[in-house]
């Protein structure tokens, strides 16, 4: 019997996992704690929301008191904390929301477990997602492996490292118990559309244009999101105490290579013409500090706890790119209203 909080359960990534503890352990009750924000979406669980084991409290990480009381309320005994500010480009124009929520309220989550759990400390998880952005950008070669230098160089992957870094340190300094997960770019379903593919998915459905930031050749490492969610499940259940895993697709593209390959497989699904939305193809300004390349070395994860990423790119995006174009409502209620003046406001200036 466990009772796990998990942060940010409503989002892209959180709700994924959520639905996977969920249906899958029936005897942990399931507590997902997220202060929806503009990227929270509890249509995102609509399917699991009337489970018996499945609970939601709308919480932000910055109220101290609240935390508490969901600590207390639910005895919690193990966190997966995913919530965050997610989105490189907003942590441009808005660092502080960054430092906020991902530094300060890593550390108030870190401090309510670290008093709830008292002298059982050993007995309880503090599991932190994080993001391979911590490591920097790489050239041509080579690899993120668990031992590559932090290096992070936008105020986002700044605020993750920093958020990484403390709950070493509360390791080290109080004796949690706690892992860390760093992974690659996630693509599939629920995924907001101000990210690279769900945002060419809608813009190639409205036959806007394709916003390709600088020369195109900027290199991301993609994994379907069911396999994060996978690999969240085994290193919660198998990892080592104190440790830290890469989570990758073994899967890298150029930007340009995967927007060309989006629009083709768009146009067959669509039966349009062959070519017709490349066509859509626009080259703006970059973004700044932008990092030239991402790639996984997940060996250790595989060796060491036998996980392996399920689906082909070619599956992955083919159900991501059904999934859209089957759930047409979802996408219409996260792009009216705020979501327009969002789009504007970042990409009228490029
Ligand atoms: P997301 O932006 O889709 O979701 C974040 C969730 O956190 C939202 O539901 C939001 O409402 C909630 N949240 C934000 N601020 C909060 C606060 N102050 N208090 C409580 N809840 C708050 O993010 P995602 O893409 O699902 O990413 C989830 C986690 O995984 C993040 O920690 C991110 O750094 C990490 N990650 C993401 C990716 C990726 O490709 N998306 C890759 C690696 C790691
Ligand atoms: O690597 C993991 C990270 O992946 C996560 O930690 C982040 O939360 C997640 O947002 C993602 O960050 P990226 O910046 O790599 O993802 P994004 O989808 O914003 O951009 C992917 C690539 O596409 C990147 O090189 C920038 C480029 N891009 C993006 C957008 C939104 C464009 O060319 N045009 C665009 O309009």
């Not at 959520?18 to 249509?43: Q, S």
């Not at 036959?207 to 900027?218: E, F, H, N």
């Not at 895993?245 to 629009?263: A, M, P, R, S, T």
Request: some cysteine; overall charge negative; aromatic content about 12%.
């Amino acid at each position: 019997m466990k009772n796990i909080l998990i942060t940010g359960g409503a989002g892209f990534i959180g709700s994924h996992v959520v639905r996977l503890f969920v249906t899958k352990y029936p005897n942990y009750t399931i507590v997902n704690l997220d202060a929806l924000t503009y990227a929270g979406n509890l249509e995102n669980l609509k399917d699991i929301e009337n489970s018996p084991n499945y609970r939601f409290e709308k919480v932000n990480l910055l109220d101290v008191a609240a935390l508490t009381q969901v600590f207390q309320q639910h005895q919690i005994t193990d966190v997966v904390h995913l919530a965050a500010e997610s989105h490189v480009d907003r942590s441009i124009t808005s660092p502080l929301d960054f430092v906020y929520t991902n530094i300060v309220g890593t550390v108030n989550l870190l401090n309510v477990a670290k008093t709830h759990w008292a002298n059982e400390l050993d007995k309880h998880l503090f599991y932190h997602i994080s993001t391979d952005e911590v490591y920097g950008a790489l050239g041509d070669e080579g690899f993120f492996t668990e031992t590559t230098p932090y290096h992070p160089n936008s105020p986002y992957s700044a605020s993750k490292a920093a958020s990484d870094h403390f709950v070493r340190a509360y390791a080290e300094t109080y004796h949690m118990h706690t892992v860390i997960s760093n992974c690659s770019n996630n693509y599939g379903p629920y995924h907001f559309p101000e990210k690279l593919i769900p945002l060419f998915i809608n813009n190639i459905i409205h036959k806007k244009p394709l916003p390709v930031y600088g020369d195109g050749k900027y290199t991301r490492d993609w994994l379907f999101v069911k396999d994060h969610a996978t690999a969240i499940d085994v290193i919660f259940h198998k990892g080592q105490i104190n440790d830290t895993y890469n989570i990758g697709g073994f899967n890298e593209w150029k930007n340009i290579d995967l927007v060309k390959l989006l629009c083709k497989l768009m146009d067959e699904k669509l039966g349009r013409a062959v070519g017709e939305s490349e066509q859509l193809i626009t080259y703006v300004k970059d973004r700044p500090g932008h990092d030239r390349r991402y790639a996984i070395d997940a060996t250790k994860l595989n060796k060491e706890l036998g996980w392996y990423p399920s689906v082909t790119f070619e599956q992955g995006l083919a159900e991501t790119i059904d999934w859209y174009l089957n759930n047409g409502e979802w996408l219409h209620n996260i792009t009216s209203g705020a979501y327009e003046k969002y789009y504007a406001s970042m990409y009228t200036n490029r």
